[in-house]
């Protein structure tokens, strides 16, 4: 079974400072990344993507990625009230022509005014 | 506007009885999944299919069914068999294999036992 972990939360920040997000995974022919932030009672949405070792910038969202440690992470600066939601860290994964996203359980985040 | 569409957004299901969720995307994408999303469990894999006529069993295909007859619809069953059925689905779909593999998600419906 291949598996995607994710640090158990929740996590809380204050406004303005970084929230630190992890996730581990165990397949070692991962090749994309994805987070997704969920709100409470809707469907998650894409906010980035990671192919790549190293770092991808977009906005107030870096997201992180080493291959080698099987370690992919997302930094969100200046954190806002609503950045409040659980975001969850998703691998792809190739079997032949079949392509299909493996879940983390998500981590909550809540950002203090 | 391109999207996925779900329907219906909530459902109510009695013992015994099989119901059938639909999904419909119009984005001219190839592949499309079902997850379950229980509470602090993430998602998980149900079903997915990459074309037409075609699909693969994901982590949790006991007690689920679904058809791919046309490129835009894969509609979930949910049947007698599967023991606890509450939970909120979401249907997905991906764009083409080259370049960006990100998924598309519906909005979900809510399924609930009564």
Same mark, same amino acid.
């Given at each position: 079974q291949k598996e995607v972990e994710q640090n158990s939360g929740p996590l809380s920040v204050p406004e303005g400072a970084i929230a630190s997000l992890n996730c581990t995974y165990s397949d070692r022919g991962s090749q994309s990344f994805f987070w997704y932030r969920q709100y409470s009672g809707k469907?998650?949405? $894409?906010?980035?993507?990671?192919?790549s070792n190293g770092d991808k910038e977009d906005g107030r969202f870096t997201a992180q990625l080493?291959?080698?440690s099987q370690y992919v992470s997302l930094l969100i600066r200046d954190s806002q009230p609503s950045?409040?939601?659980?975001? $969850?860290?998703?691998?792809?994964?190739w079997a032949g022509a079949n392509s299909k996203l493996t879940f983390g359980k998500g981590i909550t985040l809540s950002v203090r005014p | 506007d391109g999207g996925i569409t779900q329907s219906p957004k909530y459902l109510f299901r009695k013992e015994g009885q099989n119901v059938t969720?639909?999904?419909e995307q119009n984005?001219?994408?190839d592949a499309m999944y079902w997850y379950r999303q229980d509470p602090g469990?993430?998602?998980?894999?149900?079903?997915?299919s990459q074309i037409v006529n075609d699909f693969q069993k994901g982590d949790i295909a006991e007690g689920y069914s679904v058809s791919r007859e046309k490129k835009e619809s894969f509609p979930l069953t949910v049947t007698s068999a599967q023991k606890n059925p509450t939970a909120f689905y979401l249907c997905a779909s991906r764009t083409p294999r080259t370049g960006n593999y990100g998924y598309t998600f519906g909005s979900g419906t809510r399924l609930t036992v009564v």
């Open positions: 469907s998650p949405e $894409l906010i980035m993507s990671i192919y080493n291959k080698a950045d409040s939601a659980t975001y $969850l860290c998703a691998v792809n994964t | 969720l639909s999904c984005l001219n994408h469990q993430g998602l998980r894999l149900i079903y997915y």
